[in-house]
């Protein structure tokens, strides 16, 4: 099994750079995949970044590519999230996953373990 604890959302003014943070525990020695998504209220949980264990690899979603940055100290066991020029549409319920291999999986429900989110609110 394995744990992630999100962390760093909040209330942000429109134009901040919060900085996310997915810290996991146990099977941590595995190679895995780490991801971000989000989800607000009334909207399917969409896709924000992902990242493969070396970092070899990274995607972006269409709506964060650009001001987002994803990143991971696996020395640390830790994942960030460095998100810039925020906007109200930024809003949501910020997730944490990861997928135990190599492999990146093309949707949300194929990741073996997920964190319990982070709030970030943008507003003025």
């Known amino acids: 099994q394995m744990r992630l604890v999100e962390s760093g959302g909040g209330l942000v003014q429109p134009g901040g750079s919060p900085k996310l943070s997915c810290v996991a525990s146990?099977?941590?020695?595995?190679?895995?995949?780490m991801a971000w998504y989000r989800q607000a209220p009334g909207k399917e949980r969409e896709f924000v970044a992902v990242?493969?264990?070396?970092?070899?690899?990274?995607r972006y979603g269409d709506s964060v590519k650009g001001r987002f940055t994803i990143s991971r100290d696996n020395a640390k066991n830790t994942g960030y999230l460095q998100m810039n020029n925020l906007k109200p549409e930024d809003t949501a319920v910020y997730y944490c996953?990861?997928?135990?291999?190599?492999?990146?999986?093309?949707?949300?429900?194929?990741?073996?373990?997920w964190g319990q989110g982070t709030q970030v609110t943008v507003s003025s």
């Open positions: 146990g099977r941590t020695f595995d190679t895995n995949v």
């Open positions: 990242s493969t264990f070396s970092g070899y690899e990274i």
């Open positions: 996953a990861v997928r135990l291999g190599v492999w990146i999986p093309p949707t949300y429900d194929e990741y073996d373990f």
